[in-house]
């Protein structure tokens, strides 16, 4: 009786026994198929670890991270902290010592990976997964891994020193129970996405001004202890202040600076989540919905107006009869018929928060704004399509590249620190986009744009790529990369050489070098071949060929919030934006506002747009879209760091006169204004003079302005040329003679064996090859040995003494001769001439004053028949002459242009 209920389930087994065994068959097949797990070994360990990054790990080159519990590490996993070099063979990489250098150019170099291993009661690992890159520098070689409780830290060596040392708590940053909930679930998944943990990871970077050879690192209570070069310098990480201890000694100017953690939103989160669950395609298909909701609830909301308060239209800049008003540019013709009020006319932006130009009250010539704003319709199939123009003087601006902290990531060395400009010039930020790929593709790595910074290459640049740069005086530059001509080309590695002594400078190759960049997606070239107003003398007013398109970029046909960034032919900057574009319709108001050549700022999901930026009293920076619908995030606190990069516009002065636009060098010169004639505006002058005092001789010395002149030589009427030479102009062209400021002598030729004389590239006395060589080249002066290179076509040229190369002094500026006015002249590294006058018996009085001031290269303004040397001045005594006995060279006036270049093809 009790066994009659039981044979039902008997008989059910016994008939699917067959089954369960074939499962059970089948299991012991797969199981004994797959290879065993690694041994209980450092180098099985090491080689394990080397094949999840498809690389290799060398044996001392991985530590444990404190174990979970037995339930923990067999089921999750314990995590373990490794150097891994990914693409590299398991022997090549484990016969590499811990010391040995890599490839010259840091490729195939060790990043810091974190991931979980399953182990056996016993210790011995099952399987691995979660594997995060902590690092990420593909062109740094992370080495000298150190570990305690939940800190780690290594440090970056590329091209023979250390890069920076980053130490990671990967505990998290502590402030996890302050923020809503909201903000901790974002935080969580961002930490998962990065470290491999909810927690995330707390990071400092130490960077050094000099870097140092080596450094060996140790991790106790009190911080990070580190020996720094081959003398073991000892420096700490000091836990409690985050700053760097050095002792009073420090030859390597190591700086800490902690990274903020910022909570992303969750727009920013979908994509690299996405892409880590379901692989790049999911990617690129999420972005794409992300970006189609943000436009469709952009067509729901009220297109809003710009926030910018005018001042009515602009009107045309004070310039005295006879010369051109620049500011503002001209009107934008508009594409669309009819336009609509207002439309492409400028109108002066007069942001409520920055503070007024000073002396803008006072003189009527200044513009009551440095900024001009339009809007236009660049497409008449698509009128919808609206972009804010924002034209930017940078007579009055000058300009600053940060790096955030979060982007660009570079490829070796610390990250950037987003540092915000001094608050009390700073006027704005423009934002700059992070986003190098298209939606769904795999990261940039080395492919990355570039991005340089305080003459160090987080990202190094990219040949071709379209280039937006900055110099030392703030002066922007617009082209592809590399290029030549006023900007030369440095390798980027050079950046990263330490300097040839501790507290030397650390060589950046040429001066003229910009001396931060950033690379952009695309760039824009003007196509068309009409003729540039005449503003900007040589190359800079060059437009591009008719050949010349722009390049695209990724997702140009996304119609989505772009921005754009170019400059005129007169020398401005004009930032483009709009809410819903597509790359073709930004190239079109690019090339309407009159650019010649631009570079792309970006796209959606980048923040852009402009805001204007004000310091408060309390250190909060309160700032003001240029537009509401813009994205643009700018800094909260002047004395907070900045997560994406920005090119931040300050003011050039603060108080006071204007800054001179030119080199004016020797601190106790004692610069001033000529009182000679100036060319436009008055508040800006051109030409500056001081008196120096050399061999008891007093020296007076002229500076002329680059950009402010073009500068004509012409032939003196005593001048004595063979009967069969051609006649060398003696007076500047009639349109030009309105504008003469200046004549200054360079003597007449002997009889006998004069020196070599061109006038727009007519050779009227032959050359000899010998001295030095003043060559003017599309109105600007040069300084050349005689010799070499033929002329150009339409130059002006004269051989002259050469009494100073190389920054010493020649023979020839000690011939002793008659008590007579002598001059002599040089070009700076900016282009201002430099002109010296004294009575002496030498030319050494004079060349030595130019020396003093900074002259490489110095010609004495003698032709050889030893005449009086003079500079004259308009509306100065005595006055100028429309032609002189002697070859003079006249300096002919321009209106102040902008500031932006182009860098040269």
């Not at 990967?170 to 996890?176: I, S, V, Y």
């Not at 009250?361 to 009551?368: L, T």
């Not at 990263?496 to 030397?504: D, E, F, I, L």
């Not at 032709?863 to 060279?889: I, K, M």
Request: glycine residues 12%; proline residues 11%.
């Amino acid at each position: 009786m009790t066994d009659r209920p039981l044979s039902p389930w008997i008989d059910h087994l016994r008939g699917r026994l067959p089954i369960a065994l074939g499962v059970a068959l089948l299991g012991a097949v797969a199981r004994l198929s797959t290879p065993p797990p690694p041994a209980r070994t450092a180098d099985a360990i090491a080689g394990m670890l080397g094949e999840a990054i498809g690389g290799a790990v060398n044996p001392d080159d991985f530590v444990w991270e404190e174990r979970g519990g037995f339930f923990s590490d067999a089921l999750l996993g314990r995590r373990v902290l490794f150097l891994g070099v990914a693409g590299v063979p398991g022997p090549r990489a484990a016969e590499r010592g811990a010391d040995a250098e890599r490839a010259p150019d840091g490729r195939g170099a060790a990043d810091l990976y974190r991931a979980r291993v399953r182990l056996t009661r016993s210790g011995r690992p099952v399987s691995l997964d979660g594997v995060r890159n902590l690092t990420g520098t593909p062109l740094g070689d992370d080495r000298g891994l150190v570990a305690r409780g939940s800190r780690v830290a290594v440090t970056t060596t590329a091209f023979g020193v250390v890069q920076g040392i980053t130490q990671l708590d990967l505990g998290g940053d502590g402030r996890a129970g302050a923020r809503p909930v909201g903000e901790r679930l974002r935080a969580a998944i961002d930490g998962w996405l990065e470290t491999g943990s909810v927690d995330g990871a707390s990071r400092t970077e130490i960077s050094f001004d000099n870097p140092p050879a080596s450094a060996r690192l140790d991790l106790v209570d009190e911080g990070l202890v580190m020996a720094l070069g081959p003398e073991a310098v000892p420096a700490a990480l000091n836990a409690g202040t985050g700053e760097v201890d050095t002792g009073g000694r420090d030859p390597f100017v190591a700086r800490a600076h902690h990274l903020p953690r910022r909570v992303p939103s969750l727009g920013e989160l979908a994509g690299p989540s996405a892409e880590r669950l379901l692989g790049p395609t999911a990617a690129a298909a999420v972005e794409r919905l992300a970006l189609a909701v943000d436009r469709a609830g952009a067509r729901l909301r009220a297109a809003p107006a710009a926030a910018y308060v005018t001042r009515g239209p602009a009107s045309a800049e004070p310039a005295p009869e006879g010369w051109p008003s620049l500011w503002p540019p001209p009107p934008v013709a508009p594409a669309v018929d009819p336009p609509l009020p207002g439309e492409g006319a400028w109108v002066l932006v007069a942001p409520s928060l920055p503070r007024a130009l000073p002396g803008v009250e006072e003189d009527p010539q200044r513009p009551s704004s440095p900024f001009a704003a339009t809007t236009l319709r660049p497409d008449p199939r698509r009128p919808e399509l609206r972009v804010h123009l924002l034209a930017i003087d940078t007579r009055h601006i000058r300009f600053t590249l940060q790096a955030g902290y979060e982007a660009p990531r570079p490829t070796v060395g610390p990250r950037g620190t987003g540092q915000i400009p001094n608050p009390s010039t700073l006027r704005g930020a423009i934002g700059l986009g992070a986003s190098t790929r298209a939606p769904g593709a795999p990261h940039a790595g080395t492919e990355a744009l570039g991005m340089v910074v305080g003459g160090r290459a987080l990202v190094p640049p990219r040949d071709g790529a379209a280039t937006l740069g900055v110099d030392l005086s703030g002066r922007p530059y617009f082209g592809a990369w590399p290029s030549g001509g006023d900007v030369e080309r440095v390798p980027w590695a050079l950046w990263q050489r330490p300097a040839a002594s501790p507290g030397a400078p650390r060589a950046e190759g040429s001066t003229r070098f910009p001396w931060a960049l950033w690379q952009g997606p695309s760039l824009f070239e003007a196509g068309s071949a009409a003729a540039p107003l005449a503003i900007l003398p040589g190359p800079p007013a060059e437009r591009a060929p008719t050949s010349a398109a722009p390049s695209p970029g990724d997702g140009d046909d996304l119609v989505v919030e772009r921005a754009a960034l170019c400059m005129t032919d007169r020398g401005f900057v004009v930032h483009a934006w709009g809410g819903a574009l597509d790359a073709a319709a930004l190239r079109a108001a690019l090339d309407r506002a009159g650019c010649l050549a631009g570079v792309s700022l970006g796209r959606a999901p980048d923040p852009l747009g402009v805001a204007f930026l004000s310091p408060q009293q309390d250190g909060i920076l309160t700032a003001e879209r240029l537009s509401p619908a813009m994205s643009i995030a700018p800094p909260e606190h002047a004395a907070a760091a900045s997560p994406r990069p920005f090119l931040f516009f300050e003011s050039r002065w603060t108080h006071g006169p204007p800054a001179p636009d030119l080199s004016l060098p020797g601190e106790s010169a004692g610069w001033a204004a000529d009182g000679g004639a100036q060319p436009p505006p008055a508040w800006s002058p051109a030409v500056y003079a001081a008196d120096t005092v050399h061999l008891g001789a007093q020296v007076r010395v002229h500076a002329f302005a680059p950009d402010r002149f073009l500068f004509r030589l012409r032939a003196g009427s005593r001048e004595i040329s063979p009967r069969s030479a051609p006649k060398l102009d003696a007076e500047v062209p009639a349109d030009e003679r309105r504008q003469v400021l200046a004549a200054i002598g360079v003597g007449t030729g002997r009889r006998r064996g004069p020196r070599g004389l061109a006038v727009g590239g007519t050779v009227g006395l032959r050359f000899r090859g010998e001295g030095g060589l003043l060559l003017v080249r599309k109105g600007r002066v040069e300084i050349r040995p005689a010799g070499g290179a033929p002329l150009a076509p339409d130059a002006d040229a004269t051989e002259l003494p050469l009494t100073a190369d190389d920054g010493r002094l020649r023979p020839e500026a000690r011939e002793i001769g008659t008590m007579r006015r002598r001059s002599a002249a040089c070009v700076l590294d900016d282009g201002t001439l430099l002109v010296a006058t004294t009575t002496f018996d030498s030319d050494e009085a004079t060349t030595e004053a130019l020396l003093d001031l900074g002259c490489a290269r110095v010609v004495a303004l003698d032709r050889g028949a030893h005449r009086n040397a003079f500079v004259h001045r308009a509306s100065g005594d005595p006055a100028l002459q429309q032609a002189y006995e002697e070859t003079a060279l006249f300096a002919v006036g321009v209106a102040m242009p902008g500031r932006a270049r182009r860098l040269a093809p």
